[in-house]
């Protein structure tokens, strides 16, 4: 997958932006402020990190060894909630962008009540 197929999904999500908070890499994919994805653009270590329900995120890891790992560069505390996949290995396009509107929609549905009704109303003008 390239980086920007993932960069403009990413940009299709409602109130979704870019953003480099560390520098030139990751560049990081927030909404409300808040991190849903980190791409490592680099193609000798081409990878993403999202969020994930900790149930899914054991499941993915399973299924995909070496291709789907615990979060890199996440404090422990943090690793039951990230995964990072290498995107340089053997994984389906449409399993990549499901994990990202996994990621994304995990975001969102931890926002307060008034970041929710912004967003509702971004989606409301792109209709």
Do not use: W
């Amino acid at each position: 997958m390239e980086n920007n197929d993932i960069s403009g999904y990413c940009l299709t999500k409602p109130g979704a932006y870019e953003d480099f908070p560390f520098g030139e890499v990751p560049v990081c994919y927030k909404v409300c402020g808040k991190l849903f994805l980190q791409l490592y653009p680099i193609l000798d270590n081409h990878k993403i990190t999202v969020s994930c329900e900790p149930m899914m995120a054991d499941f993915y890891r399973m299924q995909y060894p070496g291709i789907v790992v615990p979060g890199y560069h996440c404090p422990n505390r943090l690793r039951p909630y990230m995964n990072t996949v290498y995107l340089d290995m053997d994984i389906d396009d449409s399993l990549i962008f499901k994990m990202i509107d996994h990621s994304y929609k995990r975001v969102v549905d931890k926002l307060t009540r008034l970041e929710k009704a912004r967003l509702s109303e971004i989606k409301e003008d792109r209709i």
